[in-house]
Every structure is written in structure tokens, then in C-alpha cells.
């Protein structure tokens, strides 16, 4: 009874082909729209190394002047004075690793004529942060704790740079230069997946930075500091900071360095004693007119903050979600009209013999086909969809990123395919109910003596 | 074979009540051919339905086969008509996308048969109207008499008791009703039970028997003339 079934839903649905068409665009349109909505906010709910993002802290301390306004999260924090963060890496914290970053840029170059100078952006950093974020190297590896302290020279490329200066070989070794330095290369990075590009806090989607050097180099070479500088009012143009003034800089209450410390849960509160002691301890030097507050913020918490802040997913996805109703809804009246205008056969074959339960079951199978159909079409709409969004994110960002930059937050990955699927029938199916439970109680009488 | 005692139908709605039926009290025999004729309205094709199981009643019993369906559910009146009735309807209703192959095939598929069987049996009934070298074709292909034959073919294809029959001729002219009749009467000799509701005097004198429906009331004519020979005796 199954195949006959199938057979007669399969001929309905050639019965005028035309309703069934618009009845696959309008689920497929709607679906698509909806799946494209669905993924870019999938994407953008995706937390960076998932397995450690509750580890990962970000850390604040609030040496901010007495009149400033409260702060409810860690948006609304500072980050941290270069001599705070020179303190934090001094503490006597066993097992906690520590890290801190911030952004320069430069050019870099190689000897070979033929490769042009490329403007990059640097993070200067310390060896912790690839330990710490578990960065994944294709050649060599990060520098060491000498390299930190002695200011060396050394340079870790990002997969992208490699291949531009040195085609993609093993460049560990060799040298580059940034700006006038030269520097040696001591590891390069593989492709580093960040759902969200956290360590600077920009929280954009996009792949890691063009370089990685020693924040002592940094400093020591006096390369421009691309960063805010949130200073007590008595600081005058703190504008000034980002390519002068590094010894006032450096002793200055301006803070703008991210910093951030792997803290496993058993380290936790011991890190936030010492925290509390160390702004006690500089309270005594007068610093810290604040209560002693500090803020550490793990990589989840910092996305639900900022995902809250964004908004237009969420907005969009309200959208889409009404859009996708609205289309189900004029399925679901064309799926009625066309079961409608077969009662007449259906009180035949009910009058020959036809359980309701057979005629139940192929109208069943007539809707999760249609809503098959439609899911296909909707991933379709989807991939079209997705690939509109790509070029308004480029737009948006003025082309400053690159669509191989923002390509892995706009596409469809198996998980969300199937959720397409399911979305697609069983939406079908339970608008569909309607339609079926009318036609499944024509009554086998109704219709016999009309001619 | 048939039998209705005290069986009545009432139409409702939330503001009237329609008797179609009152206290019917009949019995068919096995292989009679029974005419039901009445003026429009008058209740016959509401006597053709609670005959065929297509409606349900409000009172007394009906015994179908000597087995009482007052009180059966929804699959088992299905399977029961499929099983026992073959239906013959005045517009034919034959599904104007089939063939007449498959058309035959409907009520067949209904009750289980495998392909072989339903193979046999689709040609056999086919053979019975004498349409078996048309069995490819669509009903829109047939004139009016051919396609009550499908019709007929599908009725019987199951090998029904009984075959309920709704005006069959009521669509057709002289000479194709004249087909059809003799196709009834055949059919009938070898066995079958007929019931036929028509408005032709003519066609309903051919059957044994004539029950007449007026207002929803059964006069079965041949229980009639029973009774007065009874008392003349």
C-alpha cells in the first residue's frame, strides 16, 4: 500500500505542476532566507576554542580617576597600563599563564626584488599567548621566555604572509624586515580558526593578524601603538601616544593593553586574591583611588556581552523567522486549495474501499515530499543568500577585509544542512496537518452524486 | 442477506431536522435484483448509501452478510465495503487520469491483493463488459455506455455480493442503457445481488422486485402483494 501510495503522491504532485511549483518557491524562499539568517548568527554564536574559552580570561583593573562612571561588564572596563602589565607578569602565580597584546603595523619586506613590501598588521605580544591559545604552527614554533626578555629580533608569520614572502616554503630561518628592523623567522603559523577574532578584542570575524613579534622588540623599536588610550583626565592628547612619548607612555595612567590570563578553576580564586592584593598594595602608592575593583572575563561571557550589544542578528533572524511564516502560510493555502479540489476522488476511494488512515498516509507522503523539495531549493536560497551577505560584510567593512577572511562565517557546515532539512519538513508537515486532516475527513458520501 | 429493521436517518443541522428515512423494515434476498424507484427527494439515494455503509444511521439495525454494522468503526465499514459491495454510480466516476486498467485496480489495491491477482482479476472483469482490448485507454477515450462498463468492470472486479447501483443508466441513452441492463441482469444470473435505484418504470419493471421510497418512507411492493394474498387466503 506504501508504493501505491507513493505512486499516487508522486502523480499529484505532476497533477498541475504549476501550484506545485509555487508551493516549493515560496517554502524554498522562505526557508532560504532564513537559513541564510540562521547561519550567519550560528557563526557569529560560535566561541573560539570552545574546550578552553572558559579559561581564558580577560583582565581589568579599574584605575580609573573616583568621578568616572560605574562599570556593569567588561565592555565598559579599560584595559591595562603597560606598568600594570609588567606588575601582572611578575606575580608569583604558579601555573597561571599570562599574555598580553597589542596592535602595530609596518611593512614587511625580503631581499627578493620581486616581492613587494606588504602593509601589515603586528600583534607584539609574549611567548605565552601561542601556548595559551593553543595557536597551531605549520613551521617552527613561538619564541621562548629569552626572547621576551632580551628584546630579540624574531618574527612569527601568519599562514597568509608566508605564502606572499617566501611562497609558502619552510621560512623559519630566514629574514624579513618590518619597517627598517630586521628580524629573524622563528615560527609560522598554520590556518588558526577564530570564530570571533577575541585576543585584540575587535570580537570581528576574521583571520589572525599578519605577524607576531616580542612586545620588548615592540617597544624597543618604538613601533606605532594602534590602540585607545583610556587616560585620567590629567593626561592631555593621549593621541600623541601612538607613535610618541613611549617613556611618558610607559609611566602614564593610560590604559591599553589587553591582557589575559589562563586560569583553570583551581586557579581561579587564587589569581583574583592576588589581584585584589596587588591593587591594595598599590593603592599604597597612590594609585587605585577606586574601590577595589577588577574585572576577569572569560571568552564566553565577553561574546554573550557582545552579542547582546550587536543585535542585528537577532534582528534580522525576528525577520526572517516572520518571513518564513508568512511563506509556509501560502503553502499551506495552495496545499489546501489542491487537496480541496480532490475530494471528489477521495470520497471515491473511500466509498471503494480507502481506510482513512491510507488516504492519511498519502497526502503524508505527497507534503514531506514537497517539503523535501523545498529544502533543497531553501539550501539553495540559503547559499545564494549567504553569498549576498559576504558582499554587503565586504562592502561594510570598505573591502578592508577579504572574502577569504569572511568566507568560514558564511557558510553552511553539515549541522546546519541537516537543520535546513528538518526545518524544511517538519515546518511542511505541521502547516500541512491542516489540509490533510480535511481531506482525510471527506466523507465517502459526500461527493459521489455531483457531477 | 440484507436486512434493515426499524432503520432511520435524520439530517441535522442547528436549525432543522430532516427525516430522510423513517423506520425502514426490508430484507433482500441473495441474487435478488431489486429496483428502488420514488420521486427526487424522496430518500433513495440516502437508502443507497446506508446500503452501501457510505453513511451512518441513528436507529435500529441493519445486518449486511448476517453481520450487524451498527456500532462498527470507520476501517471496519471500509474493509467491509470493499469487500462486500461494488458501487455503480449514475455519472460513473471513473478517475479521468487512469486508464481503465488502473481504474478496475482501484478498489483492488484497497483490499490487499497481490499484482498477479489483481492482474487476473482486472482482465476478467474487463472480459465481463467486453473491454479487455481497451484496457490502456482513458475514460476520456470511451463514449458514455463504455465508460459505465468500466464502471461496472470496477464494481465487480472484487467479486462484491452485492452491487449498489445509483441511476446507471441515468447518463446514457436508449440503446446504451439498454447495454448496461442486459450487463446488470447477466451479472445478476450469476449470482449477485442488485440493488438499483433508477426513475425509468421501464428498466425497474425488469428487476424481480420494486421497493418504492416516498418520503422517506419504504413500501416494499412484494411484501405488499405477499400480505394481500395472505389475507385473501
Redesign the interface.
Known sequence: MFAYNLKLAFKSLNDRPSLTILMVAAIAVGLGLFMTMLTLSHQAGKIPMPHISKQIHLVQLDNREVTADEAENFNQMVDLTYQDTQNLLKLPSAGVEQTLAWNTNGILNVEEQEIQPQRSSVVATNQAFFTMFEVPFLYGEGWDSDADQFSQAVIVLSKKSNDYLFGGINSVGKQVRLNTHVLTVIGVLDDWFLARKFYDRSYYQAWPDQAFIPSNFAFDSDLPRNARFDCWSTTTNPGKFRTNYLTELKTSECAWITFWAKLPNHNLEDYKTQLGQYIDSQKRLGRFPRENQYFLTNINDQLEVISNMIGREQMLGVISYMFFAVCLINAVSILLAKFMRRTKEVSLRRALGAKKRTILQQHLIEVVFIGIIGGLFGILFSYIGLQAMLRVSLYASDYVRTAADLMPYHQMDWEMIMMAFTVSVSCTLLVGLYPIWRICNVSPASQLKAQ | MLKMENVSKIYRTNLIETHALRKVDLHIGAGEFVSVTGPSGSGK?TFL?LA?L??TFEEGDFYLDGQNVKGLN??QL??L???KIG?I???F?L?Q?LPLFDNVD??L????FNAKERKDRIENALEIVGLSSRMQHLPTQLSGGQQQRVAIA?AIAGQPKFLLA?EPTGNLDSLMAQQVMELLEKINQQGTTIIMVTHDDQLARRAHRNIQIFDGQVSDLAQDQTDVLIKSE
Not at chain 2, 489495491?109 to 490487499?112: L, S, W
Open positions: 439515494t448509501n452501501g457510505l453513511e470507520d476501517n471500509s474493509e465495503r470493499n469487500e458501487f454510480f449514475q455519472s466516476n478517475l487520469e482501484v478498489p489495491r484497497y483490499r490487499g470496477r445509483d
